[in-house]
């Protein structure tokens, strides 16, 4: 039995080895969302700003320090009004942050002012993250605590200065790991290689033994039927292992990047920002509870996928019709399943819609897998992804038998 | 036979086709409603982070702060509850933090001290983490200014340039619709063309004393065609869903009808080059994306830096944007003028048409 389901499983490889048509189908819609994610976090982040200081006391100095010295908000450039103005015109900055001239003046007598000149093209991405960061910075004139510093190593630490807000923040941060934006999206992307490779590929590769018929050498053959399907199965998740693989090795050997490096010094900028994009990818190293955990889900995820690929291209066949079917498919189930959102912040219809797709389970329970401490909610993603690889390969194997029967 | 009615025979031929594919023209728009109904599910993602609010004071100041924190625009959504929900609530990952009122609080204000208010951070998603530390003095300062404490100095005088903001999701469906245009337009484009390829039947176009030119034109007027229903289908969901009504109608038009002759040439290329709708695709669905968001779909391209906004000017989406955000919003998010955005739209249009062409010559001698 076993060389019969290897035998096919590796006839299964061979073809995909001679096909790397299939084999690209599969992947470039993964690793399209995988160039997105970079680009959003070259894209999506510190907002350009124009600072333009008239007044020329201390306390006018002081607050472009301030504003200055939240180098993790946005990027301020200093400017003559002037040239702010044309800036801001060419879409060169986002925001001009005037001290005007009375600045000093004005403290005295505790009125003054920051003036915040918006381009309010757009409210949450851009607009409400500059009035919050810029609001900030102004509140730490009066109040020294209200900046990153003082939340996080102030009243923590049970020093309390007075402000005249009268409200601090004593910040608690409960994880020891905290990751990056592109880290985080990496665990959905690898999922969605699983998916895309598992799903598309082991149906392209059905609808191609229904199309050219060679699927009738597998009704000949003097094995059992259930032996093919198995080997056919175990090709599938042979196939999708070995290209995630690679790609999680990718994972492992970028950290020693010099770009990755906290001391990397080249460039500036963009240039930095473009350079790094790369670390993003970096996955970090888990336990060895974790990672027999992680294997266990990513190989439920898989068995799942090729369970559903088997499905779809014996009910579909036609492989333009497999590619938008399991195109569509692999979509909805990278963004349904949290593919660039936290799903329990989304509404409550969606979380609900999100607990209908195995996708959401497999992201949750890789991101508690790699990034936390504990495996709080691991077991039952893990039931869910088990759960649906037995579906998915009965689904699958009876729709291959069925279909047999037709050929 | 004349040309006109070679591009009309054929352009009848190419719907023939179509119809008989009827579940892939379906699943075709299913993609690009589903790309409408993805982006919006983009824009909700951070913002409005779940925030467990355990007030253990109750009094008037704390009432008022938690106005406050419910004043920062699309900053938290507020979850009152105890203290052991928050905790069990944040272990699972189901809130952003939470923040505790202690019991003395407005005593504590009224008396004119300063209160620390203790908030535990889920901090594994720096994004999320630094949402969180930006938007919580935004409240601060909102509680003093409003309850008008004295010893604040400095405030933030605010001057916008338009009237009102634009919503997130209204600014992404639209811009998703020059992804949607890239989407079945390019698709069905594609697939006109590299099923000659699978057919076989391109040996027909080699045989034939038809000019390939006027072949050509029929099948891509035909996928344009249905591109521009399935279009008009997402755009009609946008006015009558998204509640977003374009100020410039006759520019969404012609704006769509560009994208729409652009990349059915463009796809229709790509299926000459690649002679596969296996490869061909795919390839779109993955190249699609990132050039979206590349070319100003999420804020004006220029604020990402310009690096990027340079790298930006080689998508034809750029322009596209362009001309459909100020056409949707009035807004202008390139730098260069609207017209400009227009015409260059239109000349990578004709541009795309020669390209189509150019690829469909080699028929003759391959």
Known sequence: MIRTVWAVARNDLAIWGRAPGIIAAALLPALGMGILVAVITATIGMQPLALVVEGNGPLAARMAHLLQADAEA??????????????????????????????????????????????????MDLADDIRRSVTRSVAEFDAPQLGIVGELHGPTAGIVLPNPFRVAIAERDLRRTNVTFPQYQVIPIIILVVISV???????????????STIKLALLAPVRRGWVIAGKLLGGVLLTAALLVPLVLLGAVTRFLPSCRRDFALGSGTLKQLLSVPCGWILPVPSLTHGLAVLALVGAVTATAVGLGLLLGTAVRGTSLVVMVGLNAAVYLFFLGGG???????PAWLQTASRLVPTSYAIAGLRQALFYPDL??????????????????????????RGWRRA | MSWPRLVWASALLELQQLRRSRLFVALTVLAALSFLALVSLFGLTGSNAP????????????????????????????????????????????????????????????QGSTVPLEVRVDNVNNDLT????????????IFGRDLGLPGIRVALVEHDLLAHDTGFVAYLVVSARALDAFIVAGVLGAIAVAREWEGRTIKLWRLAPASPGALLAGKLMAAGLVAAVALAATVLVVIV?????????????????????????????????????????????????PVYIDSGALEPARFDGETVWIIAHASPLYYAVGVLEWAFHGLRVTPEPVLVDFGILFALAAASLVAARTALSQVRWR
């Open chain 2, 51 to 110: 925030l467990a609010l355990i007030d253990q004071d109750s009094g008037p100041y704390a009432h008022r702060f938690i106005q406050a924190l419910a004043a920062v625009p699309h900053a938290f959504t507020l979850r009152p509850m105890t203290a052991s929900a928050a905790d069990a609530q944040l272990r699972e990952g189901r809130l952003v933090g939470a923040i505790t009122i202690p019991a003395n609080f407005s005593a504590a204000v009224e």
């Open chain 2, 130 to 141: 630094f949402d969180l530390q930006r938007a919580l003095p935004a409240a601060i300062t």
């Open chain 1, 376 to 401: 709080v909610g691991f077991g039952r993603d893990l039931l869910v992804l088990c759960a649906s690889a037995a579906g998915a390969t009965a689904l699958g194997t009876l729709a291959l038998a």
């Open chain 2, 241 to 289: 869903g998204y509640h977003v009504v374009p100020v410039a109608p006759l520019a969404v038009m012609g704006g769509l009808a560009a994208c729409i002759v652009m990349f059915t040439c463009l796809g229709a290329w790509l299926g000459a080059s690649l002679r596969r709708s296996l490869l061909a695709v795919p390839l779109i669905f993955g190249l699609v994306m």
């Open chain 1, 198 to 212: 598992g799903l598309l590929g082991t149906a392209l590769l059905t609808a191609r033994d229904f199309e050219r």
């Open chain 1, 340 to 346: 660039f959102a936290t799903v329990p912040f989304l």
């Open chain 1, 74 to 123: 946005y990027l301020l450039s200093p400017m003559r009004r002037v040239e702010a103005d044309q800036a801001l015109h060419d879409q060169k900055v986002a925001a001009i942050v005037v001290i005007p001239e009375d600045f000093d003046r004005q403290v005295v007598v505790g009125a003054a002012r920051v003036d915040l000149v918006l381009n309010n093209v757009v409210d």
